[in-house]
């Protein structure tokens, strides 16, 4: 019998990990609270048709598909009616949704979007949801990587105001701070890119520029010129790119800089007034204008739908090699992928799995998380388990979490428990502490034993560390 495995890709998650999962989850679910964001869970698959066309064709690609369970009982009407509805959606004939139908969510914003549409008369606009749920994409595992994965999310819905982009950007600051993770906000525009795209003498090819930009941290300036020549850039056209890309200083000079190369085009000045407007409201949110933003002309985004303001997130620790650790940006025009037009948009993601991954290495998640329990109580049996069980009873109503070893084993095995647990206290109610009424606590720390009462081991124990 082969030895048993998980899907490449994939990861288990033991108790230690967990705890500290939840902890990151925690600590993004209270800053999105106070916000005032709403939770917001969607199903795990989505119909084929709703994912399709919204990532680009790269995104689509990387689409988990699942085949169709009872293939053989669906006659020919029903598998005409897939085939329409599918030449429908991408305007030419499509036989594949014979075998699929629904497809493994690509990210957290297109089921939003989704839910929006289906659920538009039922909501208070503008709707601000946060959502933390895995997805999955078929791509090749690597380091910081994986097929299946956590997201967290946070949207506004049918608000046009850049208050909401500085609000996210606060959310990022705010998050990254608690975590304990040095971070750069980079905020650009699209429109901008649009700008970039004007003056470098090609408007048509847009998207062409903003996918060879997206690679400039991967592939460096150099590989980002053979990408644009590939993609019909001519030299002058990647001269008057280079200019505006190489711009540094301030974030105020950055944007004074481009206001002079971009003079006369429609699309850049909106970009930097958007940024520029942004920055502004993130000051007063924020209180600290010279925080952790930083105005980026090469932030692409690849995906297609953003419209406006977009951002990504990056740590700045030297030792950290890492992709983004977060990523959003406007889309004006979302839910017209689904008929419903004129609800604008604008969100951002966390990448949990980076998160954690950086955490770990930088070594900032607290101490505590590792052991779960503050306290583990050795078990001597007969009277003196039953004493044990009442401190036990105790300890917990008092909101300490601790546990009783389950049998009266050796001392010795019991301590190495104890010790492989990670717990910061051993609690050891022998004879002489069941006599008394006490309680001998151990530091596992420090080594320093003492007997006390219970109700002062309480005390102590809601404060360990």
């Known amino acids: 019998m082969s030895k048993p495995s998980i899907p490449q890709g994939t990861r288990d998650f033991s108790p230690e990990v967990v705890r500290k999962r939840q902890y990151i989850f925690d600590t993004l679910r209270g800053i999105f609270e106070l916000y005032g964001f709403q939770p917001l869970e969607t199903p795990a698959m989505e119909n084929l048709t709703t994912l399709t066309g919204k990532y680009g064709e790269e995104g689509d690609r990387l689409i988990f598909k699942i085949l169709n369970n009872g293939l053989h009982e669906k006659n020919d009407a029903d598998k005409a009616k897939l085939n329409a509805e599918w030449t429908n959606v991408l305007s030419r004939p499509y036989s594949t949704p014979v075998v699929t139908e629904r497809a493994l969510r690509y990210d957290l914003t297109i089921p939003f979007a989704r839910y929006v549409v289906m659920h538009q008369n039922d909501l208070a606009l503008p709707f601000r949801r946060y959502q933390m749920q895995p997805v999955w994409r078929a791509d090749r595992p690597q380091k910081g990587r994986y097929r299946e994965f956590w997201q967290c999310d946070a949207d506004v819905v049918g608000s046009t105001s850049l208050i909401n982009e500085a609000e996210l950007l606060c959310i990022y600051d705010q998050a990254f701070r ?28 847009m998207m062409d520029i903003t996918i060879a930009l997206d690679k400039l941290d991967k592939i460096g300036w ?3 010129v053979k990408e644009l020549e590939g993609r019909g850039i001519d030299a002058e056209g990647i001269s008057k790119l280079e200019t505006a890309i190489m711009i540094a200083g301030t ?74 650790l977060g990523g959003g940006g406007r889309y004006d025009d979302l839910t017209g992928l689904f008929g419903v037009k004129g609800l604008s948009g604008v969100g951002v993601s966390f990448g949990i799995d980076r998160t954690y991954d950086v955490m770990e290495e930088l070594g900032v998640f607290p101490v505590q998380l590792a052991a779960g329990s503050r306290a583990i109580i050795v078990n001597f049996g007969g009277a003196n388990e039953a004493y044990a069980l009442g401190i036990l009873q105790q300890l ?30 051993v609690l050891l109610p022998g004879d002489e502490e069941r006599e008394s009424g006490q309680i001998s606590v151990k530091n596992f720390v420090t080594g320093a034993q003492q007997l006390m009462s219970v109700a002062a081991a309480i005390l102590l124990l809601q404060g360990a560390e």
Do not use: W
Not at 179 to 205: D, T
Not at 396 to 416: C, I, N, T
């Open 222 to 224: 150099s590989g980002v």
């Open 396 to 425: 917990r109503s008092a909101g300490v979490a601790a546990e009783l070893y389950p049998d009266a084993a050796k001392f010795d095995k019991q301590m190495k428990y104890a010790n492989k647990r990670g717990v910061p206290y």
């Open 178 to 205: 608690k975590l304990g993770v040095p971070v750069a906000i980079k905020i650009n525009s699209r429109k901008l890119l649009q700008g970039l795209a004007v003056i470098s003498g090609y408007p048509e090819k």
């Open 251 to 324: 974030n105020a000079e950055k944007l004074a800089s481009l206001e002079a190369i971009m003079a006369g085009t429609e699309a850049g000045a909106a970009g930097i007034a958007e940024i520029r407007n942004t920055l502004g409201y993130f000051a007063a949110l924020n209180g600290d204008a010279g925080s952790s933003i930083d105005v980026d002309i090469s932030l692409a985004r690849g995906l297609n739908y953003y419209t406006g303001v977009i951002v990504e997130v990056v740590c700045t620790h030297p030792d950290v090699k890492m992709g983004s």
